[in-house]
């Protein structure tokens, strides 16, 4: 089976704090997303990576960055934690740019205090 | 630009009832449509997936949608609803520029009553 591997499930951290989220996949896909979920908005694209150190600007990357070093590994980086950073985050992945098919991680829960 | 809308945020329906969720997409061009469910503590799994060819497409756990080109609709559908299809629907489009991103519409919640 495949598998995305989301390393937390449940964060508590505080304003200020820096915060690794990591994301591993064992598919040996070429891309990877980190998504975050809000209720009534849906999931809005943080930031994606076509290929080992390659990323892109998703619609919301303000206060967050990436890092992909290794092709199975993609983390996304709050530098300083707020409030408003408080979501679910989940990260997929997927062959080939134009398929559409999404592998998803179960989701990590940030509450940033 | 492309976007997705989920005109229902929360749908109730009885246990053996039939189930339509609506999703209506913005796009220039044919569009790449997609319906994923997302289980209570779970992560999305794609349910179906619209490219091209026959409108009525067919997905897992006995789901269906139907392209609309007229309506710029992808509407969701089941015959008969159980208790495990209790989640929240996200429709989605393939954006344009084979960039591979997903626009996700809103998503819709099903309750589903005994």
């Known amino acids: 089976d495949v598998k995305v591997t989301q390393s937390s499930r449940y964060l508590v951290k505080r304003t200020g704090e820096k915060v690794f989220l990591e994301c591993v996949q064992d598919?040996?896909?070429?891309?990877m997303f980190w998504y975050r979920q809000d209720p009534g908005l849906g999931l809005r694209l943080i930031y994606f990576?076509?290929?080992?150190?390659?990323?892109e600007k998703g619609d919301i990357p303000e206060g967050y960055s990436v890092s992909r070093e290794k092709k199975e590994r993609f983390s996304l980086i709050l530098e300083s934690a707020s409030t408003n950073q408080t979501s679910m985050y989940l990260c997929?992945?997927?062959?080939?740019?134009?398929?559409?098919?999404?592998?998803f991680g179960e989701g990590s829960r940030l509450t940033v205090l | 630009a492309q976007s997705v809308t989920q005109p229902d945020i929360h749908i109730t329906v009885s246990e053996g009832a039939s189930l339509e969720l609506r999703c209506n997409y913005s796009?220039?061009?044919?569009?790449?449509l997609f319906w994923y469910v997302q289980s209570p503590g779970q992560g999305l799994q794609l349910l179906l997936k619209y490219f091209s060819g026959d409108t009525l497409v067919q997905g897992i756990k006995g789901f269906e949608a139907e392209f609309k080109r007229s309506q710029s609709s992808f509407n969701l559908r089941k015959p008969s609803v159980h208790w495990s299809d209790a989640a929240e629907y996200f429709c989605a489009v393939l954006n344009s520029g084979n960039t591979g991103k997903l626009i996700f519409g809103q998503g819709t919640t099903l309750q589903v009553k005994p």
């Open positions: 990576s076509y290929d080992v150190k390659m990323k």
């Open positions: 598919m040996d896909h070429e891309n």
């Open positions: 796009y220039g061009a044919t569009p790449y």
């Open positions: 997929a992945s997927t062959q080939g740019q134009n398929t559409g098919e999404l592998f």
